[in-house]
């Protein structure tokens, strides 16, 4: 079963997101790394950063995980 990584991080992030509508999330193929880029409301980005980063890393954390099943490396990162 191949993971659906964008769907997954789509997933984990619209409901803790205020306005879901605005999340977008597009992925950049590496030679050995996916980069998943999370675009998002300006005034989303305090809370899926969360404070010191727990909120972002904990997703990090999860998708690497579910990634890692399938021999993948995955970078999840928030973009203006």
């Not at 079963?1 to 984990?12: E, G, I, V």
């Not at 998708?63 to 999840?76: D, I």
């Amino acid at each position: 079963m191949k993971a659906d990584l964008k769907a997954y991080t789509h997933l984990l992030i619209e409901p803790l997101a205020e306005y879901p509508a605005a999340v977008k999330i597009s992925s950049v193929l590496g030679r050995q790394t996916t980069v998943l880029e999370i675009r998002c409301d300006a005034r989303d980005l305090g809370r899926l950063i969360g404070r010191s980063g727990r909120t972002i890393g904990a997703i990090q954390i999860l998708v690497s995980s579910l990634a890692a099943r399938e021999k993948q490396r995955v970078v999840v990162e928030i973009v203006q």
